[in-house]
């Protein structure tokens, strides 16, 4: 039975446990409104673009001189996985299912022969990843001093992975990120980044309109898939900082949850041991008193 | 007066402009172009430059545009911008990173080719802080 002064103390700290799961509680649910804006207002320059893109790109279907970061290298030798987490924890199984989805992805390659690399955006993936793929791990990004993640972060990654395709790094990238579905669903997901993933749904009777293009239909390709590649990046990353923030308040929510149910019981435990105390002492006094 | 077409401006960020307008200035890659209403399904890149529309109430706003997509579909234009900032807000010292940013661009270019692409993305920048006519005061545009 431990002393009365020891649960005493174990009451209060798990007491102060709970007031501070409760404030990143608080703080996650008040960040995850503005991530939440902040993602949907990205939304629709993401929809054009891939609106735009799927236009042209219906233009170069089967042909032979499509651009490499439309049609691919041709091989599918090497893949380069850019996994895309937080940088912080305390947040339930966000980190930990969106490594678990890039490993399996790369486990499944490996298995065929292929050769993998790694690009790690935010600290925690590469933690979970440097076990058991040290060595493939090409690049990491920190954000950890960005407080608002803005399109020329994404950019500056975007940057990294073409130029490691233009010096033959990989033939094929996916991108790992958690689609932000609901504040309590979030979704692990991938999508291939090169070659471009264009949604073949587009293409509707209305669109399907004749283009002028200038300069032309190449150049105008060549500037934006590079481009497309950048705002694809973008988008993750958003989706997973409303991703972070909404697995964040539920991890806090039940952490808060079991704290009070730990102080609930070591409050009933104390009180027990306190009233055995107060029986005891009586006792010990009455049976005194008797022996008189 | 002419007939109205639905603008839209979109910058990664955000949904920056969606109304009804009369006429829109675009600069082009290969030259400004104006969008009225009915114009061919046209697309061309935007070099960085000021973009000038004439809403329904037949007052002109003018933005910079620091690169980006024209698309002239038949319901409308949508303009794919990196960035797009009033030409009154556009200061000195939005321009000077501005410039510092292409300059780097241009040193940091390994091939030629992407030296020319970075070297005339700079000249066109210089060109449209002088056609805003802030050039002066603003050391760093040499």
Same mark, same amino acid.
């Given at each position: ?5 020891s ?6 700290s ?11 509680? +608080? ?6 409104r503005?991530?939440q ?97 040290g060595d493939?791990?090409v ?68 669109? !399907? ?20 590649? !950048? ?14 923030f ?5 991890? +806090?929510? !039940? ?38 | ?7 839209? &401006? ?5 949904l ?15 030259g400004?172009f ?60 939005v ?26 993305? &700079?000249?066109? &920048? ?7 006519? &802030?050039?002066s ?6």
């Open positions: 039975m431990p002393s009365l002064k649960l005493r103390t174990r009451i209060a798990v007491k102060a446990t709970q007031k501070i799961t409760k404030a990143m509680q +608080m703080v996650a649910v008040a960040k995850l503005r991530a804006q902040i993602a949907e207002a990205s939304r629709p320059y993401a929809d054009r673009m891939s609106h735009v893109l799927a236009n042209l790109a219906r233009a170069f279907e089967g042909q032979v001189d499509a651009p490499k970061l439309l049609a691919g290298t041709g091989r599918d030798a090497v893949h380069l996985l850019v996994v895309c987490t937080s940088d912080r924890g305390l947040c339930g199984g966000f980190n930990s299912s969106i490594s678990r989805l890039a490993r399996d992805h790369a486990y499944r390659l490996l298995e065929q022969g292929k050769e993998v690399k790694f690009l790690c955006v935010g600290r925690k993936g590469h933690d979970a990843l440097k076990r058991t793929f493939l791990i690049e990491v990004v920190e954000l950890r001093t960005v407080r608002q993640i803005g399109f020329e972060h994404a950019d500056a990654i975007g940057k990294k992975v073409l130029d490691l395709f233009e010096t033959g790094g990989f033939d094929v990238a996916t991108l790992f990120y958690a689609h932000f579905k609901s504040v309590i669903n979030q979704i692990p997901t991938q999508h291939r980044l090169i070659p471009a993933d264009v949604p073949a749904t587009h293409a509707t009777v209305a669109d !399907s309109a004749i283009y002028e293009c200038e300069p032309g239909e190449t150049e105008i390709l060549e500037d934006l898939l590079p481009r497309n590649i !950048s705002v694809q990046i973008y988008r993750a990353l958003l989706e997973n900082v409303a991703s972070f909404g697995s964040q308040m539920s991890a +806090m929510d !039940s952490a808060t949850r079991n704290a009070g149910d730990m102080i609930k019981k070591l409050t009933t435990t104390y009180n027990r041991s306190r009233q055995a105390q107060i029986t005891k002492e009586l006792i010990e006094i009455i049976s005194g008193a008797e022996a008189l | 007066m002419a007939e109205a077409f639905k603008f839209e &401006l979109v910058s990664p960020a955000r920056i402009l969606s109304e009804e307008v009369e006429e829109v200035v675009v600069p082009g890659a290969e400004y104006t969008v009225l209403k009915g114009h061919a399904p046209f697309l061309s890149t935007i070099r960085p430059g000021v973009l000038a529309f004439t809403g329904k109430d037949g007052k002109v706003a003018r933005l910079f545009i620091a690169g980006g997509f024209a698309d002239v579909s038949p319901t409308g234009l949508t303009v794919l911008a990196e960035q797009a900032i009033p030409v009154e807000e556009f200061g000195t010292d321009i000077a990173r501005q410039v510092a940013d292409a300059e780097a661009g241009v040193k940091a270019a390994r091939s030629d080719e992407a030296k020319r692409i970075a070297q005339e993305k &700079l000249d066109q &920048l210089k060109e449209a802080v002088v056609e805003i006519g &802030l050039v005061g603003s050391g760093s545009t040499h």
